[in-house]
């Protein structure tokens, strides 16, 4: 199986702040990496594919970038909006594996 | 609206079966493979299992915590995703959430649904 591993498991930032979470296979997924934000309480929500593509709907101030083994998603203007967990996913081969998740808390 | 409900959570005994249902709308339904995934209280997420659609036999992939205790199926007559469980266990409890894999493969998971609550407890 394809170990997930994020870092860091939880981040303090400010409003305004750039964040970056990184997210490392254990095998080589090529681009196959998805990330999601989840709010307590509620479902995930699709924010990036492909590892660098952004879904619909989703803000600029979100972006992804890596291939092979190392992956990172970045917001760039962090917003009271986005304090929530964010997971990694790799969808390259089964069993599909999620990371262990980062929660951005409010510094 | 693109939209998925799920249903059928509850309280089991250890050692029972519960069945789940995840009623889909807004789209077609058939042409997309349909994903289970729980997330146990204070956990992250963990993927349960898929359903491929018809022009792939509607075949099937499962995580190893699951093998040969759940099964997941599908209705295309009725936009129906279907996760029975038997075998219940204590680490089973969990929210469970069906997700559409977008169109696409390989591909993630586009569309999920408010999930459903499962307690396995005596």
Not at chain 1, 29 to 40: G, N, V
Not at chain 1, 65 to 93: H, K, M, R, V, W
């Amino acid at each position: 199986d394809i170990q997930m591993t994020q870092s860091p498991s939880t981040l303090s930032a400010s409003v305004g702040d750039r964040v970056t979470i990184t997210c490392r296979a254990s095998q080589s997924i090529t681009s196959w990496l998805a990330w999601y934000q989840q709010k307590p309480g509620k479902a995930p929500n699709l924010l990036i594919y492909k590892a660098s593509t952004l879904e619909s709907g989703v803000p600029s101030r979100f972006s992804g970038s890596g291939s092979g083994t190392e992956f990172t998603l970045t917001i760039s203007s962090l917003q009271p909006d986005d304090f929530a967990t964010y997971y990694c996913q790799q969808y390259n081969s089964y069993p599909l594996t999620f990371g262990g998740g980062t929660k951005v808390e409010i510094k | 609206e693109v939209q998925l409900v799920e249903s059928g959570g509850g309280l089991v005994q250890p050692g029972g079966s519960l069945r789940l249902s995840c009623a889909a709308s807004g789209f077609t339904f058939s042409e997309h493979y349909m994903d289970w995934v729980r997330q146990a209280p204070g956990k992250g997420l963990e993927w349960v299992g898929r359903t491929r659609k018809k022009v792939n036999s509607y075949t099937t992939e499962y995580a190893a915590s699951v093998k040969g205790r759940f099964t997941v199926s599908r209705d295309d007559s009725k936009n129906s995703l279907y996760l029975q469980m038997n075998s219940l266990k204590t680490e089973d409890t969990a929210v469970y959430y069906c997700a559409r894999v977008s169109v696409v493969v390989p591909a993630a998971m586009d569309v999920w649904g408010k999930g459903t609550t499962v307690t396995v407890s005596s």
